[in-house]
């Protein structure tokens, strides 16, 4: 076993031992890597959870050759990786937290794009909901973007399990101007003020635990930071019921606890090759506010109890 297989299958044990399922890699005997590691992400452990639900973000899917550390090709490998395990998981639906597809320089091309991940997506049987990135609105405008994957608005919330879900669009510039078609800079992210109005009102009409999704960042300043994230952090606060926040965009493992809540950044799906990188999660909500989010090949997990 190379050296690089020794590390990611270390911290692979790591991660699942950390949110006390059970794993059983080391012993295993004529099988390779690889057909370990898969047999370990399909192993969870039942719980009381009172929703639960998928995580994936930063696809980034395109059909154009790797730049850098982004492999734009690799990405349905990856999401039929994913999707072995949120099978065995059974989570109630699955939120895609941005940036489903890469920037084309067409229109045809960006809804080309749009319907082969489309057609991946529909491979996993679970509702689904979309929050919008940046790159989903690149070339596309939001009502393209919103049609090709069929959902009705960009900011909306829901209820499953006695849990109260919002979804957040950030893409507006700071003058109100919805992102599309290469008017905006990616570093202008905006929640704007109807969308603010809306939160405040939404969320005094649930006595629920509250957790949000999002693609750009609420808990940073800087280019990955949303420019009115003071803003939106104090209507979360001051709901008293928010439990965390769930987002995208700057493609790394981070957590931060701000005003009592949990702002957790995902890794990005299209970052590394397949068979090295990938990155998916499942997240369990439980009565008394303990969310547990098992992280699997570079996303971490968490274990944060309620209070």
Not at 55 to 81: N, S, V
Not at 182 to 194: A, G, L, M, S, V
Request: proline residues 3%; negative net charge.
């Amino acid at each position: 076993m190379s050296q690089r297989e020794l590390h990611d299958l270390s911290r692979t044990r790591r991660l699942f031992l950390r949110d006390g399922s059970l794993l059983m890699l080391a012993g295993a005997t004529g099988i390779g890597f690889q057909g370990r590691l898969e047999a370990a992400l399909e192993t969870t452990s039942p719980d009381d959870a009172v929703a639960r639900f998928a995580l994936i973000t930063d696809l980034h899917y395109a059909d154009k050759e790797t730049a850098g550390t982004r492999h734009y090709r690799e990405t349905p490998a990856k999401l039929a990786q994913a999707a072995k395990q949120f099978a065995n998981a059974k989570p109630d639906f699955l939120a895609a937290l941005g940036d489903l597809i890469d920037a084309a320089d067409d229109v045809p091309t960006e809804l080309g794009y749009l319907q082969q991940i489309s057609n991946e997506l529909d491979k996993i049987q679970l509702p689904k909901h979309y929050v919008l990135g940046n790159h989903c609105v690149d070339t596309l405008t939001k009502r393209e973007f919103l049609d090709g994957v069929g959902q009705e608005k960009s900011y909306y919330s829901f209820d499953q399990g006695g849990v109260h879900f919002v979804v957040l669009d950030a893409c507006f510039r700071s003058d109100g101007v919805p992102y599309q078609r290469k008017n905006f800079e990616w570093t202008d992210p905006n929640i704007e003020k109807r969308e603010v109005d809306w939160l405040k009102q939404d969320l005094a009409n649930t006595d629920k635990k509250t957790v949000v999704f999002v693609h750009q960042r609420l808990d940073v300043t800087g280019p990955y930071g949303i420019k009115n994230a003071a803003e939106v952090r104090k209507v979360l606060e001051d709901s008293g019921n928010v439990l965390a926040v769930f987002q995208g965009h700057s493609h790394e493992n981070e957590h931060q606890l701000i005003g009592g809540i949990h702002y957790c950044t995902l890794v990005a799906m299209v970052e590394g090759a397949f068979q090295a990188s990938n990155g998916f999660s499942v997240a369990s909500v439980f009565a008394d506010g303990t969310i547990r989010l098992s992280g699997f090949r570079q996303q971490s997990s968490y274990n944060w109890p309620g209070q």
